[in-house]
């Protein structure tokens, strides 16, 4: 059973920082392309970052140089550092695992992790 469980969200005031982790069990993690993405009331859900199995990283426009998604695979977690947050980055962030299996892919979620951020 693949379980992905998400940790670090909080409430922080707008420049202030927080470090989101996801812990993945049940899949090759050292395979997966691992991503966060957001969902703010209202709204579809948005990808924040990815990172594939190789290291390359790609992010939402919104979020360049602010934040930095990281992997540690020995650990099976992937990171998620968010710097300058803004109240607009206020959101349930979730954990997405992008598996593969023979010829296609499996898409895991975990559960999300609320991040509110004041002004």
């Known amino acids: 059973q693949v379980q992905l469980v998400e940790s670090g969200g909080g409430l922080v005031q707008a420049g202030g920082s927080l470090r989101l982790s996801c812990v993945v069990s049940g899949t090759i993690f050292s395979l997966n392309t691992m991503g966060w993405y957001r969902q703010a009331p209202g709204k579809q859900r948005e990808l924040v970052a990815r990172?594939?199995?190789?290291?390359?990283?790609d992010y939402g426009d919104s979020v360049k140089g602010r934040f930095t998604i990281a992997r540690d695979n020995a650990k099976n977690t992937v990171y998620l550092q968010m710097n300058n947050l803004k109240p607009e980055n206020t959101a349930v962030y979730y954990c997405?695992?992008?598996?593969?299996?023979?010829?296609?892919?499996?898409?895991?979620w975990g559960q999300g992790t609320q991040v509110a951020v004041s002004s």
């Open positions: 997405n695992a992008l598996s593969p299996s023979a010829s296609t892919w499996f898409n895991y």
């Open positions: 990172i594939t199995s190789g290291g390359s990283t």
